[in-house]
C-alpha cells in the first residue's frame, strides 16, 4: 500500500514539486518503505520518533523537520535534521545558530508563517515576517530559505486556499526584496487534503502523511 501510494502521488506531481512524507507516528519500517518508493524527504515532528527513524533510514533521505521546536532539543535537531521548516522565534533562531556554529554546520531553514493569525498555533504573521527575517538576518549558522505554513483545517480544501494565496504573495514580496544571505527557494505548504489546492497556489514542497501511510492509529 505505501509503495502504491508514494508512486501514485509522484506521477500526480508537477515537476518542481517536492513530496515530503509526513511520518509522525509511523514506524521506521514504514518510512523506509515510503524512502524505498521514491520519498527523498520525510518530515518529523519530534525529535525522539526522528532519531529511531533516523537510526534505520539514515541518510536514504532528506530529514526536515515539522513540528513545534523546543530550545531545548535544538542540539539534538541540528545533528540529524537537513532543514527546520518551522523557525517561529528570535530565541529559537538564535539557538540554532549557537548550536550550528558549535558542530560547524549552516542550517538551512524555513519560516513558519501563522497564515491563519490562529491565537492558538505557532508560526509569525504575515504582517510581522519582515521584521522578523531582518531580525535573524545576521545570524551566520542559519540560512532562510523559504515560507512553511499549516493553515486552518477545513474539511473543504478550498477554503484553505485564500491562506495559501497570501503566503504566496508573501513570499514574491519578500524576495523581490533581495535580502543579503536570503534565498527565497522553498514554499511548503498543502496536506493530504489540501496539496493540489496548495500546488496551484505555488507550493513547491508539500508535506503528506495519510495519503502515503493510512490514518494515524
Ligand atoms: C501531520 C502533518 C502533516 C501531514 O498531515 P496529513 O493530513 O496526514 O497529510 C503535514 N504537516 C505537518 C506539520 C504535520 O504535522
Redesign the pocket.
Known amino acids: 500500500m505505501i509503495e502504491e501510494n508514494v508512486k501514485k502521488i509522484l506521477q500526480e506531481l508537477p515537476q518542481g514539486v517536492e513530496l515530503?512524507a509526513?511520518a509522525?507516528a509511523r514506524t521506521p519500517e514504514e518510512i523506509m518503505r515510503a524512502a524505498q518508493a521514491g520519498v527523498k524527504i520525510v518530515?518529523e515532528?519530534y525529535i525522539q520518533e526522528a532519531l529511531a527513524a533516523f537510526n534505520v533510514v539514515g541518510h536514504r533521505v532528506k530529514w526536515h523537520f515539522?513540528?513545534h521546536l523546543q530550545r531545548n532539543k535544538v542540539k539534538k535537531a541540528v545533528e540529524i535534521f537537513d532543514m527546520i521548516?518551522?523557525v517561529d522565534s528570535p530565541e529559537l533562531s538564535k539557538e540554532i545558530d549557537k548550536r550550528c556554529n558549535q558542530c560547524k554546520r549552516i542550517m538551512p531553514v524555513l519560516i513558519e508563517i501563522n497564515s491563519g493569525r490562529e491565537k492558538q498555533k505557532f508560526g509569525i504573521f504575515p504582517e510581522d515576517a519582515e521584521d522578523f527575517i531582518k531580525e535573524i538576518s545576521g545570524l551566520k549558522n542559519m540560512k532562510t530559505e523559504g515560507f512553511?505554513t499549516?493553515g486552518p483545517m477545513f474539511g473543504d480544501p478550498e477554503d484553505a486556499r485564500p491562506y495559501f494565496v497570501e503566503t504566496k504573495k508573501l513570499f514574491d514580496r519578500i524576495k523581490t526584496l533581495n535580502l543579503p544571505g536570503l534565498e527565497m527557494k522553498y514554499l511548503s505548504m498543502g496536506?493530504?487534503?489540501s496539496?493540489q489546492v496548495a500546488i496551484e497556489e505555488g507550493a513547491n514542497i508539500v508535506?503528506?502523511?495519510?495519503?502515503?501511510?493510512g490514518e494515524?492509529g
Open positions: 515530503m509526513a509522525k518530515g515532528n515539522i513540528g521548516e518551522t512553511m499549516m496536506m493530504t487534503n496539496y508535506r503528506i502523511g495519510t495519503k502515503i501511510f494515524r
